[in-house]
C-alpha cells in the first residue's frame, strides 16, 4: 500500500508525511500561510516535524533524517523531496534505481520503481497502523 511508502519526487520542494506514525516528532506549528500545493488542490498545513526515517531497503542500518517535514493527512502516500536531499548531496540515480550520496559508488538507498514513481518503504515499526 501506498499509505506504508515514501514516493520520491524530483519536483517538490518540501518533504510531506501523511501520517504521524513515521518515528515523529513535532517542531513547529503551522502558520495561516502555511500551505502545500498536491493534486491540484492547496492543502494546509498541520505541522512541521523533524522526521527520523528508517528505511527498509537504506545499506547498513542507517537513518535519514528528514528536517521541516509538513504533515499533510490527507495526502495517500508521503514524499521524499530530491530538491530538499541534494542541499545534503544525496542524489537520485534512475538507471540504478538508487539514491547516493556524493559519489554514485555510495549507494546509500535502493529504491522500488512500481507505475512510474520511485519507492522507499518504511520499515514495518514505522508504519501506519
Given at each position: ?70 504533515y499533510i493527512p ?56
Open positions: 500500500s501506498l499509505l506504508n511508502r515514501w514516493i520520491i519526487d524530483p519536483g517538490s520542494n518540501t518533504h510531506v508525511a501523511n501520517s504521524k506514525e513515521h518515528n515523529w516528532k513535532t517542531t513547529a506549528l503551522p502558520g495561516p500561510d502555511d500551505y502545500v500545493h498536491a493534486g491540484g488542490q492547496l492543502l494546509p498545513g498541520y505541522s512541521t516535524v523533524r522526521n527520523t526515517l528508517r528505511l527498509v531497503k537504506l545499506r547498513y542500518g542507517n537513518l535519514i533524517l528528514l528536517s521541516y517535514v509538513a490527507e495526502l495517500f502516500t508521503s514524499v521524499v523531496s530530491l530538491s530538499r536531499c541534494s542541499t545534503v548531496g544525496i542524489h537520485f540515480d534512475s538507471g540504478r534505481d538508487c539514491l547516493y550520496q556524493t559519489e554514485p559508488s555510495n549507494v546509500i538507498c535502493l529504491l522500488k520503481r512500481t507505475t512510474g514513481h520511485w519507492l522507499i518503504d518504511a520499515e514495518a515499526s514505522n508504519r501506519p497502523p
